[in-house]
């Protein structure tokens, strides 16, 4: 008995065995798609089209999943280079290899981005092993920008290549959006200006202040700055962060405070619109009642808040702690901390501090003896019960580091354990997030240094001194971002 049945709408003709009945898998084809010679190679051809498409989505998965960026030059053939993460924070390290060179061979790394239409630029030099491999974590560079094992070093001794401005630093504007990072790898040595040869390979880095889910809300009302708000429904610990006097508003700090958890209010009190420009004349009352509206946010939780200063950042936080109860941590960068009049913050400086205590020297001015005041008064950050985190560098140019001594030494001794001061040698004045470029002097221009009261007009025209050694300034800023997030997480996030 013959009958006909469709498979796939492809008509096969198969024959019934004796009891009528047809099975696929026993029964052979007759005629029709196929005959019985060719069953095994149809059912050979699905598989193996069933495993390439299988084959080709778990690759398509895998290419997303990688956060390693390989060269796609020469891969696998030839020198290559993979950076993993090749998309990440700006805190976070990365990991360099380097492959496929000869054994023991001699090249030069370059790393360069470019900011405000200013490019910045870092070399190494590194010898290969005997696999023809380099890592930046267990190979030592033994020329360039840095020297020794450093694994970060290709980013935190960028310098200026291009700005008519010395000392031109590199600051991200707009933190919405990544630093893309080239980075090359070259023949030999080339720690010259001019680079004689075509890069073996290469491949791109992004480094993010503001991580993905986090909101920037830009204010334009009386308060001038930006709100950082994290990803989720909140009420979050909230921070006001607070930058120093040569500067109108940075959000760097800010964003990457917020990428960890924190609402952060960045605020520009100075070299805004309807802001002075004069240092002396910045407002506390204005900081004051900003951070009060900020606190007032829904989202914002009142009862874990927190307060980071740099320079004359760090002043007005101390000042802030001691006198709203509910701030319950403040982090002092570098900020001087006395008061020339008891209980007063706002006060006429310039009669206090001396001009002639500004010295000039061959790399710029120095301005860390004016703030040695005689017969003045610690600002109380600590009457209210604040915690109070306290980052020194040693070798600070512009805010003596024994001012911080005598701040500890005039506390009293019922709040003394709520003090912790680390202490950085070698390190500069400008200790910032981790990673960020080292600079000895900073060239801010006769325009900006004319704010500053106290500095001489005679001198508007000089760089400015900030101290610190490349190497040993990038160490304490990488200890110290660890140490801030660390008492932050303790006295801030954390609390009941």
Not at 59 to 87: E, F, K, Y
Not at 395 to 403: M, N, R
Not at 422 to 440: C, N, Q, T
Request: charged share 20%; hydrophobic share 35%; glycine share 8%.
């Amino acid at each position: 008995m013959e009958r006909r049945v469709e498979y796939n709408s492809n008509p096969v003709v198969y024959q019934a065995d004796g009891n009528g009945e047809i099975y696929n898998f026993s029964n052979e084809s007759i005629d029709g798609s196929f005959k019985a010679d060719e069953k095994m190679t149809a059912r050979v051809s699905y598989t193996i089209q069933k495993s390439l498409r299988r084959l080709n989505v778990l690759g398509n998965h895998m290419t997303v999943l990688t956060r390693a960026c390989t060269s796609l030059a020469n891969q696998g053939h030839g020198p290559c280079i993979a950076v993993t993460p090749s998309v990440g924070m700006v805190d976070e390290k990365v990991n360099i290899d380097i492959r496929g060179l000869n054994a023991k061979q001699i090249v030069t790394v370059v790393a360069d981005v470019e900011e405000n239409g200013i490019q910045f630029e870092s070399r190494c030099v590194y010898q290969a092993d005997g696999n023809g491999e380099i890592n930046n974590f267990s190979n030592e560079s033994v020329d360039g920008s840095f020297k020794g094992i450093e694994p970060m070093g290709l980013f935190w001794s960028l310098h200026c290549v291009s700005a008519p401005k010395k000392y031109a630093r590199l600051v991200k504007k707009d933190v919405s959006t990544p630093m893309n990072f080239s980075i090359k790898v070259y023949p030999d040595n080339q720690n010259k200006a001019t680079l004689i040869h075509q890069p073996l390979t290469e491949t791109r880095v992004q480094r993010f202040y503001q991580k993905p889910g986090v909101r920037r809300i830009p204010l334009t009302g009386r308060f001038k700055g930006a709100i950082f708000v994290p990803e989720g429904e909140g009420p979050f610990p909230g921070v006001i962060d607070l930058y120093g006097g040569l500067v109108s508003l940075i959000e760097t700090r800010a964003a990457l405070l917020a990428s960890h958890g924190y609402a952060t209010l960045a605020l520009s009190y100075l070299h805004g619109e309807g802001l002075p420009d004069m240092l002396y004349d910045a407002d506390f009352n204005y900081v004051k009642e900003a951070y009060e509206w900020f606190m007032k946010e829904d989202y914002i939780d009142k009862n874990r808040l927190g307060i980071v200063g740099l320079c004359f950042g760090g002043f007005l936080s101390l000042a802030l702690a001691s006198v709203l109860p509910q701030v319950r941590a403040v982090v002092n960068i570098n900020g001087f901390s006395f008061i020339p009049e008891v209980n007063k913050i706002n006060c006429d400086w310039e009669k206090w501090l001396d001009k002639n205590d500004v010295l000039c020297t061959e790399e710029g001015l120095v301005i860390s003896d004016v703030y040695m005041l005689k017969n003045s008064w610690p600002v109380p950050a600590w009457q209210h019960g604040a915690k109070i985190l306290v980052i020194v560098a040693e070798d600070d140019k512009q805010v003596h580091p024994k001012c911080h001594t005598l701040y500890y030494e005039s506390c009293p001794p019922q709040f003394k354990e709520n003090i912790r001061i680390f202490r950085y040698p070698g390190a500069g004045h400008m200790i910032e997030p981790p990673y960020s470029p080292h600079y000895r002097a900073v060239t801010p221009g006769r325009k900006r240094l004319r704010t500053i009261n106290f500095i001489p007009e005679k001198f508007h025209d000089e760089d400015m001194m900030t101290g610190g050694w490349p190497d040993t300034h990038a160490h304490a800023q990488e200890d110290s971002w660890m140490k801030i997030l660390n008492f932050l997480e303790e006295n801030v996030k954390n609390v009941s």
